[in-house]
């Protein structure tokens, strides 16, 4: 079984900063592609941010600039900096992880159950 583990989803103020944590079980986590999905109450799920096997890097246009995804392989996390947040931005926040050469999909085979992120004005 391979199992997701999201850590970091607070309650953040309009423009603050968070930084979010997945960790993915049997392999180590430089060899699965890693992505960040978020859905707000309400809305479908979106792509966020993805990093692949050869660490290319894709984002969603709305955080361009703004959120940072990368790897830790010494602690087997991938990390997500979230900065100058807004209040829309609001949601359940889901890694996701594949085998394959990833850094965007809809169709990553593992998902975690989510971390909230709520951001007030």
């Known amino acids: 079984q391979v199992q997701i583990l999201e850590y970091g989803g607070s309650w953040v103020q309009a423009g603050g900063d968070l930084r979010l944590s997945c960790s993915v079980s049997r392999r180590p986590i430089n060899l699965y592609s890693v992505a960040w999905f978020r859905q707000a109450p309400g809305k479908e799920r979106e792509f966020v941010a993805g990093i692949s096997w050869r660490e290319t890097t894709h984002y969603a246009d709305s955080v361009k600039g703004r959120f940072t995804i990368s790897r830790d392989t010494g602690r087997h996390t991938v990390f997500l900096q979230m900065k100058n947040l807004k209040p829309e931005e609001t949601a359940l926040y889901t890694c996701?992880?594949?085998?394959?050469?990833?850094?965007?999909?809809?169709?990553?085979?593992?998902w975690g159950r989510g971390t909230q992120v709520t951001v007030s004005s």
């Open positions: 996701a992880a594949d085998v394959r050469d990833l850094d965007y999909g809809v169709d990553y085979q593992y």
